[in-house]
């Protein structure tokens, strides 16, 4: 590829708010066709680089998203890997914390941007917080260092401001234009008047490697929360779920549960028949530490694996995909131990 020429760039608009334009006469909110986006942010004809389109048909509400329409996202980047040298999804805010967690684990390999955005405003109304977030987010995916190597070859969401890996993000605002927060890691980038990367905190792929997709996904995984009073049957039943393989259990503080005796006893009998349980903390930001408490040791010994500071999102994800290719439970539970895309904090395993 010549480091000379234009940078080129993939714009995919999956959905969203994003992507509604206010009809001026009836005030409804309506998906926008990409034909017409020239014309709704006509900053894009300045940018120096190729922009292509890719549009989902029908776009989509996030929280319709689903692991085939990540595997078509995947399939979308795959294809025009080397065409392109980044690649920006537009994508509804209530789910993009999934998606970008999901597409750092299916895209194995990558050493390109790919930059997920979407906004809380319709990019056609007044105060939309869509435009500057489009077009950084443009930018962001074009960026390159002067040996024409990306700046940011990894996934992640940019939002107000702030560019964020997208395996440890989480929505924690449905109201501000600050949607999103990455609890447990620095953010990569702050968008003011110059874009500033914090270059030591953003992943180095070895880009001799090619790109390595995967597709395969197996939703036979819950989200449980635990809470001070949970009963023996409302457990019993969810860990008995027929085909039920995986569970992200969400406890208390640095990874803690009560110490009731069924507790452990029925987490025990769950983990030794295979079930994967991965501990996740309730608190956003920390990490868990079962070997801190005697409430969470308990744990330990039931054979619940820690999440140590992951994402509920990015376990979940990381879950259904080993799943998806079909490991044994004992290999998965080595690899949640495995960090693929900087997922959580390796220094406190
Ligand atoms: N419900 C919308 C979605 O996630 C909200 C948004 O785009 O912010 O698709």
């Given at each position: 590829m010549q480091e000379d020429r234009k940078p080129a760039v993939l714009l995919i608009y999956t959905g969203g708010t994003i992507g509604m334009i206010e009809n001026?006469?009836?005030?409804a909110l309506e998906s926008f066709n990409f034909e017409h986006l020239m014309n709704h942010?006509?900053?894009?004809?300045?940018?120096n680089c190729h922009i292509a389109t890719y549009q989902f048909?029908?776009?989509?509400?996030?929280?319709?998203?689903e692991p085939s329409l990540w595997a078509k996202l995947v399939h979308i980047i795959n294809d025009n890997y080397e065409r392109f040298d980044g690649f920006v999804i537009l994508h509804g805010t209530d789910t993009m914390a999934y998606t970008a967690s999901a597409l750092s684990f299916m895209?194995?390999?990558?050493s390109k941007p790919v930059v997920l955005t979407g906004s809380?405003?319709?990019?056609?109304?007044?105060?939309?917080?869509g435009k500057e977030n489009l077009i950084t987010a443009i930018e962001i995916a074009a960026a390159k260092h002067?040996?024409?190597?990306?700046v940011v070859p990894e996934v992640t969401i940019f939002f107000e401001n702030c560019l964020l890996r997208g395996n440890r993000?989480?929505?924690?605002?449905?109201?501000?234009?600050?949607?999103?927060?990455t609890f447990n890691y620095p953010v990569l980038a702050h968008a003011g008047i110059h874009i500033n990367y914090a270059y030591d905190h953003i992943l180095k792929p070895d880009p001799s490697r090619p790109l390595k997709p995967h597709f395969l996904f197996d939703t036979n995984v819950i989200i449980l929360s635990l809470f001070p009073g949970i009963q023996e049957a409302i457990i019993d039943s969810v860990l008995h779920v027929p085909g039920l393989k995986a569970i992200v259990m969400r406890t208390f503080g640095s990874g803690n549960a009560p110490q009731k005796e069924w507790l452990v006893k029925k987490l025990k009998e769950a983990t030794d028949r295979g079930l994967v349980i991965v501990n996740i903390s309730q608190c956003l930001s920390g990490s868990v530490e079962?070997?801190?408490?005697e409430t969470g040791i308990h744990l330990l010994e039931a054979g619940v694996i820690s999440g140590y500071d992951s994402t509920v999102e990015s376990a979940v994800t990381k879950l259904m995909f080993l799943l998806g290719h079909g490991l044994s439970p004992e290999e998965v539970r080595k690899q949640m131990n495995r960090c693929f895309a900087g997922e959580f904090t390796e220094s406190i395993r």
């Open positions: 001026p006469e009836t005030g942010v006509p900053e894009l004809k300045r940018f048909t029908p776009p989509i509400d996030s929280s319709d998203m895209l194995e390999n990558l809380q405003l319709p990019i056609g109304a007044l105060r939309t917080d002067p040996d024409g190597s990306p993000t989480t929505k924690s605002n449905a109201e501000g234009f600050k949607a999103f927060n079962m070997g801190r408490y």
